[in-house]
């Protein structure tokens, strides 16, 4: 462990933010401007007390694997169910306590207009039908025998961030502010392959998609997304996607607000145009500041979330910290995140992975140095179009704040003298 004297750090921008080779071949700890007994050193000695659990051996092989008791925080957090909305409502992903960009299965968010439906698969059909030539029905174990692909794609609820139209900064965590987004590795037949089956008429131009739930969830997709990279999922992560999900089979339609990915996919009707279901009339649309709706806002934008140091955290110690978040958009893949310590005045390019997929989460860092003093952190995404994520100041002057969905400004967290992280309007 190399121990560099914090007067070599290399500063690349203002109040501590440091050069990206510090993440790389030293402990950040050694760099600390306190002294930590905690590591290596005079307590070595306690090395060689032999911990409880090397003494004998524990439980055997299990058949399907749970987190270490010890990591047992690591939880969705759900809403308080409501008598007079039964299923309804979210669950949201862990994001401050995730590492990487793969959301496991069991904290892949959740949103549901009418609960869970307990699908037998033997018993579920998908109908395709409408302007096509020849109107088809699969069984589950049909579609098992389709060549598939896999892809790892982000999935947002276009309700995410939502309370940052708020006139005053809401409290919370990274987690609940911003976890109605996941990313997983999902499988299945591209929708291409099935339409090309059922042969699709000349004056087709919309796909209409129905899930099977007690809300009968629709949304209508334009042909050409549909025909470009829209799956039907039948795994997510390797394994059959879960009921929370839909299972047996989803629509994933790749970088678009995730209403669309109808759940419990049991319907495909080639239509003219929209079929005008509830979700893309009276919901999920957009009211602009002159009181115009915008019906249609597809693509989710260009958006970063700094997940550690987040809300409701608190720093402990002066010195070195790994700043670290996730950035997508539902236009391509992320090229660059910069992030700021002083609110915004001075920027400095974090690492990102070397390969970004398109339409999935990245991870960013960049080393900073807390010298004890107040900080507002703020990350600042641009993607391979070349679209930058605009501060939230430039998106309510832009949208106003009529409509409570697309949230994708600059999020801040201050840091106060205390180290205490909460979300503020910088
Ligand atoms: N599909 C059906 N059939 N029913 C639903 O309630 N919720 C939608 C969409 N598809 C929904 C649905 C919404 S608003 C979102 S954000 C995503 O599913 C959430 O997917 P997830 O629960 O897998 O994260
Ligand atoms: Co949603």
Same mark, same amino acid.
């Given at each position: 462990?190399?121990?560099?004297?914090?007067?070599?750090?290399?500063?690349?921008?203002?109040?501590?933010?440091?050069?990206?080779?510090?993440?790389?071949?030293?402990?950040?700890?050694?760099?600390?401007?306190?002294?930590?007994?905690?590591?290596?050193?005079?307590?070595?000695?306690?090395?060689?007390?032999?911990?409880?659990?090397?003494?004998?051996? +524990?439980?055997?092989?299990?058949?399907?694997?749970?987190?270490?008791?010890?990591?047992?925080?690591? /939880?969705? *957090?759900?809403?308080?169910?409501?008598?007079?909305?039964?299923?309804?409502?979210?669950?949201?992903?862990?994001?401050?306590?995730?590492?990487?960009?793969?959301?496991?299965?069991?904290?892949?968010?959740?949103?549901?207009?009418?609960?869970?439906?307990?699908?037998?698969?033997?018993?579920?059909?998908?109908?395709?039908?409408?302007?096509?030539? /020849?109107?088809?029905?699969?069984?589950?174990?049909?579609?098992?025998?389709?060549?598939?692909?896999?892809?790892?794609?982000?999935?947002?609820?276009?309700?995410?961030?939502?309370?940052?139209?708020?006139?005053?900064?809401?409290?919370?965590?990274?987690?609940?502010?911003?976890?109605?987004?996941?990313?997983?590795?999902?499988?299945?037949?591209?929708?291409?392959?099935?339409?090309?089956?059922?042969?699709? *008429?000349?004056?087709?131009?919309?796909?209409?998609?129905?899930?099977?739930?007690?809300?009968?969830?629709?949304?209508?997709?334009?042909?050409?997304?549909?025909?470009?990279?829209?799956?039907?999922?039948?795994?997510?992560?390797?394994?059959?996607?879960?009921?929370? *999900?839909?299972?047996?089979?989803?629509?994933?339609?790749?970088?678009?607000? +995730?209403?669309?990915?109808?759940?419990?996919?049991? /319907?495909?009707?080639?239509?003219?145009?929209?079929?005008?279901?509830?979700?893309?009339?009276?919901?999920?649309?957009?009211?602009?500041?002159?009181?115009?709706?915008? /019906?249609?806002?597809?693509?989710?934008?260009?958006?970063?979330?700094?997940?550690?140091?987040?809300?409701?955290?608190?720093?402990?110690?002066?010195?070195?910290?790994?700043?670290?978040?996730?950035?997508?958009?539902?236009?391509?893949?992320?090229?660059?995140?910069?992030?700021?310590?002083?609110?915004?005045?001075?920027?400095?390019?974090?690492?990102?992975?070397?390969?970004?997929?398109?339409?999935?989460?990245?991870?960013?860092?960049?080393?900073? *140095?807390?010298?004890?003093?107040?900080?507002?952190?703020?990350?600042?995404?641009?993607?391979?179009?070349?679209?930058?994520?605009?501060?939230?100041?430039?998106?309510?002057?832009?949208?106003?704040?009529?409509?409570?969905?697309?949230?994708?400004?600059?999020?801040?967290?201050?840091?106060?003298?205390?180290?205490?992280?909460?979300?503020?309007?910088?």
């Amino acid at each position: 462990m190399k121990k560099i004297p914090p007067a070599t750090l290399e500063h690349v921008a203002g109040n501590g933010l440091l050069s990206r080779r510090h993440l790389l071949g030293f402990s950040l700890a050694g760099i600390s401007t306190i002294a930590s007994s905690a590591a290596f050193g005079a307590d070595a000695g306690t090395l060689f007390e032999i911990p409880a659990w090397s003494k004998q051996p +524990g439980p055997g092989a299990t058949g399907y694997g749970a987190p270490s008791s010890f990591a047992g925080n690591l /939880q969705r *957090q759900a809403g308080a169910p409501n008598p007079l909305y039964p299923g309804g409502g979210s669950s949201r992903s862990p994001l401050q306590h995730l590492q990487g960009t793969i959301t496991p299965n069991s904290l892949h968010f959740e949103r549901h207009h009418s609960g869970i439906p307990d699908i037998d698969p033997a018993q579920h059909q998908l109908v395709i039908n409408g302007l096509v030539r /020849q109107p088809l029905v699969f069984s589950y174990e049909a579609l098992l025998a389709y060549p598939m692909v896999s892809k790892i794609y982000f999935l947002e609820c276009s309700g995410n961030s939502g309370s940052l139209f708020g006139n005053s900064a809401a409290e919370g965590s990274a987690q609940s502010l911003h976890g109605l987004v996941s990313c997983a590795e999902w499988t299945g037949i591209p929708l291409a392959t099935l339409l090309e089956e059922a042969g699709v *008429q000349a004056d087709a131009s919309w796909v209409s998609a129905v899930g099977a739930d007690a809300s009968s969830m629709g949304r209508s997709i334009p042909l050409d997304k549909a025909m470009d990279d829209v799956l039907v999922a039948l795994y997510q992560n390797g394994e059959p996607v879960r009921p929370e *999900q839909g299972y047996p089979m989803r629509l994933f339609v790749p970088g678009w607000e +995730g209403n669309i990915s109808v759940k419990w996919l049991t /319907q495909l009707k080639l239509t003219a145009g929209p079929s005008q279901f509830r979700d893309e009339t009276s919901k999920y649309t957009d009211t602009m500041k002159d009181r115009r709706s915008e /019906q249609f806002t597809f693509p989710m934008g260009t958006k970063s979330v700094i997940t550690s140091p987040s809300g409701q955290m608190a720093l402990t110690r002066r010195g070195v910290y790994q700043v670290t978040g996730i950035a997508w958009s539902g236009s391509g893949s992320i090229r660059r995140v910069e992030v700021s310590a002083d609110g915004g005045r001075t920027w400095a390019d974090a690492e990102i992975e070397s390969h970004q997929s398109d339409k999935a989460l990245t991870r960013f860092r960049i080393p900073w *140095q807390w010298s004890g003093a107040e900080a507002i952190l703020m990350s600042r995404a641009t993607d391979s179009t070349g679209a930058v994520q605009p501060s939230r100041t430039a998106l309510l002057e832009e949208r106003g704040n009529l409509a409570q969905y697309h949230f994708h400004g600059i999020q801040s967290w201050g840091i106060n003298a205390a180290g205490e992280v909460s979300n503020v309007y910088a």
